[in-house]
């Protein structure tokens, strides 16, 4: 099992930058998928990045062109660089870390315990 640990978090003013990092505890160059959720109070968690095996990257359309998701397989990280952030961008956010078996069979699914992000106006 992999364990993931998101640090990065914090209080930032409407229009600062902030950058995630999710420590894995091994390997993450096998993983099918990596992503980041958030949850603010009272709402569902929501995907805002995903970054595949293959490369390709998909955000959700609040956070376009503001955000970016990376790896770094030397290191077993993945990260989230957080441009122009806007107080709804309040939230804890969790590292996911998903992989598959031959014929995309779901394997793992892990998730780290999440970092508070409080944007203030």
């Known amino acids: 099992q992999v364990q993931l640990v998101e640090s990065g978090g914090g209080l930032v003013q409407a229009g600062g930058s902030l950058r995630l990092s999710c420590a894995a505890s091994?390997?993450?160059?096998?993983?099918?998928?990596m992503g980041w959720y958030r949850q603010a109070p009272g709402k569902q968690r929501e995907l805002v990045a995903t970054?595949?095996?293959?490369?390709?990257?998909n955000y959700a359309d609040s956070v376009k062109g503001r955000f970016t998701i990376s790896r770094d397989n030397a290191k077993n990280t993945v990260s989230l660089q957080m441009n122009s952030l806007k107080p709804e961008d309040t939230a804890v956010y969790y590292c996911?870390?998903?992989?598959?078996?031959?014929?995309?069979?779901?394997?793992?699914?892990?998730w780290g315990q999440g970092t508070q992000v409080t944007v203030s106006s």
């Open positions: 091994g390997s993450i160059a096998r993983a099918s998928s």
């Open positions: 970054l595949t095996g293959g490369g390709s990257t």
């Open positions: 996911r870390l998903q992989g598959t078996v031959p014929g995309l069979v779901p394997w793992y699914d892990y």
